[in-house]
């Protein structure tokens, strides 16, 4: 089972954001990323978590990181968070559950004339960077968290 943990913080996020996805983290998990932002931009970190515990795959990650806001995701599936650059700007996601018309929302995207999608797991299109590219079909990230949200059937956070 997935699930995702973020912070914002006036100092340092990095080891409540290792301890709340390490949280999420059991046997059964297939990735797990962190993705941290600060004064010199974003790092992130994906790792595969099948074989071996989430802590060890991070611990020499933490000690590099650096940053005030962060988001982490356990994942069945998608390599996540992304990091996204648009004319939205710079932002990170995550995301989890179950988009059921992935073959619509694709063609919806196709028709805007300006997506491209880059991320797969299992030769179907990561569902993160699917939420990602809804968003930046509009103007602002809450009209396009709107869009995406009028427009997914299934369930999504």
């Known amino acids: 089972m997935s699930g995702f943990f973020g912070v914002a913080s006036k ?21 797990g990323g962190l993705v941290v932002h600060g004064e010199s931009g974003f790092q992130r970190s994906i790792h595969n978590i099948e074989n071996s515990p989430f802590r060890t795959k991070f611990e ?23 990091i996204v650059h648009s004319h939205l700007g710079s932002f990170a996601i995550t995301t989890v559950g179950r988009i059921n018309n992935m073959d619509e929302l694709m063609n919806l995207c196709f028709a805007s004339g300006k997506v491209q999608f880059l991320e797969s797991s299992k030769g ?11 968003i930046n079909l509009k103007n602002s990230v809450i009209e396009g968290l709107t869009f995406a949200k009028e427009h997914i ?3 999504m956070s």
Do not use: W
């Not at 020499?60 to 992304?82: H, M, T, W, Y």
């Not at 299109?125 to 809804?134: C, D, K, Y």
């Open 124 to 134: 179907q299109i990561n569902q993160t960077e699917m939420v990602a590219a809804l």
């Open 11 to 31: 100092t340092d996020c990095v080891m409540p954001l290792f301890f709340g996805v390490d949280y999420h983290s059991h046997l059964g998990t297939k990735r």
């Open 153 to 155: 059937k299934g369930s």
């Open 60 to 82: 020499r990650d933490v000690d590099e990181f650096k940053g005030e806001s962060g988001i982490g995701c356990i994942s069945d599936n998608e390599a996540q968070p992304l």
